[in-house]
């Protein structure tokens, strides 16, 4: 097994993304849609103006009627946001009208009150020679009932539900939530807030996960801390509820102390696809089947965990759901030379730095070993080096993988 | 009035989150505190690692046993993760060893098992000369008890807690939410789901700001639409129960339908500091006092709602939870050249172009009325155009305002 090749992360990714469903549909009311993933167009069910609107308060009237300055008009009506004029103007007539209200049969020009003066009650007269069809947003300037306004496989932002709101779209169509398993293996683990004794760690790969899953538009479902004992993940499963994927960290590695390789080829219906990635950290990853569950095995140091967690499920989660459309690599320019890569794709840990010109750029924390949680949390985003990548000297543009949002 | 000079952006900014009080610090479990801002700095309370430990599979051995090639052990014990080994190596003794365990006294170096040969039951040689302290994390590598770890103001990421929570901190000290009211005013409106009749619209804005107070970090408090009526706004503030701020959309220009200055005016206690902001969209912008309750009075046009909860709701969410951290504005490089400016603070919805070498560019929507809100959901960040700016080529790095988060 050691000399086996390692797999590309890729291709890895790929297999994970192949092998979990696309979540079904479930209907969401709109104003409860943020983070959640479109599984239809929401197309716009009325239009947006739904008539022609005044921009401004004034007066409406037809440009027909004249528009130079110390034209006069009849005033025979009053139009407000919510309280339409239902009659109609003829030349030389005008309706006072208020900012958002629909513009009356015969109107297609607003004088703004700036520009008018009173001369008797009901009799108005321009300062200022106006333009035809000013100040009137037309119907449909937003939108039109049938527009296509956000696409299939959009994670809906608070503008999006605002959007499909305002075009009268009650429900809209989403992904289920996927229900993500976690647990995490290992005799030295014990859950935060409790105080470590010697030889004890805390378990603060749960937690990480636990955000990450809820964060990406997934319901996690924490199953705590499974012992370094055989059979510990058969039970540990056989015990959880049905779920899209059961994720693991600890006890992925070959040690006499990791059975969460052989739980899986134990179980009835275990299989492993692969196990061991080319990249770093977090080479001995695992995804399989135990039982009728997907499982995804992460190792246990909180760096290697948090990486892979970024790298296979944060994106596994984004393909159960549907989305296509939201970026994880992005580039940047390195602030300090890279040494030339070896057979394994690295992810450095690095800050962005603004240089004096305003520009951005990026430098890898000096030390990078996975153990350090620290530098994990303070890093703005992750430099990507792939498998036998060349030396890179300062100035060369790298791709990078950013922190998701609140991650 | 409407000849006052207009208010500048940073300085109606500037006077609201001097207004608005820090909020109170309370305890919140570490586990629960993604999204929210410290009130203290986060202090490692252990050490991590707790000790020497191993960063590999292998045998722990002392240096000074000499590590050539073929040099032989004696194997005495055996440490795992939470399984330390409590006594302690000599000359020639070494002790089985997996990853994460704690080296036991007179221990130094880690012999990886893919480089030992097993002689014997208890005997075992190296095939491969290492080096002294190899594979070992040294005690603290990532932190010591007493570092501070993370800084007070800092809005939380899953990152952060899960740090927090590695470090030993069970509770920690963030900002209490601050409590928003929202309402939203105007004959026109009905709430998101019900249909509108000639004439009405859907209250878009409601839902929008619900969305940006809650991914701020704070708490809304939805008091629904009032109409367009003398006292209406007293009335409601009255019913209200505490509240640190209540955001109102609509009514808040100078028309005969507009209620909210005049309520303002007519309440015990009510004050206005300003009202008119030189930028565009959004120019009716009210900052006062209704009673004992702030008061930030938006347009009701749903993209002037939008753009001025984003230049003045954010920020003052931020002021109020100390958060001198989160970055607000951006530069990007112009796509398309922009016309002078006028004496208005310009925010133009705009989108982002990747270029064919790579480089990110920055070109306004073609149309930018403030009843488009389409363009509004659509658009990757806000150019901001200060009052007077020159003409700009394309070229010119200009300042943005990116969208927060989910927003």
Redesign the interface.
Known sequence: M?NKPLMPVAEALAQICEMLPLLPAEQC???EG??RHLAQDVVAE?T????H?S?M?GYAVAASSGLNSGTIYNVIGEA?????FSGRIGQGEAIRI?????LCAGADTILIQ?EIETLSAGHITITKTAQAGQFV?PEG???TAGNC??PAGKCL???????A??A?C?TIQVRRRPQIGILSS????VS??E??Q?????N??S??LH??VT?SGGTAVDFGIIR?KKGALIKAVEAAGPLDLLVTTGGA?????DHIVSDIMAADGGQIAFWKIAMRPGKPLIFGKIGNTALLGLP???VSA?VCGLVFLYPALQSMLGDQLTPRHA?AVLATPLPANDRRQDYLRAYFVTQDD?SIVVTPAP?Q?S????T??KADCLIVRPPYAPEASDGT?VPILP?P???
Do not use: C, W
């Not at 947006?48 to 008539?51: L, R, T, V």
């Not at 932002?157 to 959007?163: F, G, K, Q």
């Not at 010697?198 to 805390?202: D, F, K, V, W």
């Open positions: 050691l009311d709109v104003t943020l983070g009325i947006h103006p739904a008539a609107i921009a308060d407000a946001a919510g309280n339409p208020f900012t958002g209200a629909y700036e947003r300037l937003d939108f306004l956000l932002t608070a503008r999006d539900i605002t959007l709101a305002l009268g009650k290992g005799d030295e683990l935060p807030g105080r470590p010697i030889g004890q760690l805390i603060s790969n937690l990480f955000q990450l964060l370094d590695s070959v040690g006499d102390h246990g140091n909180p948090g580039n305003g030390q070993d153990s350090m949680l620290r994990f949390a543009i922190f949002p609140g991650i």
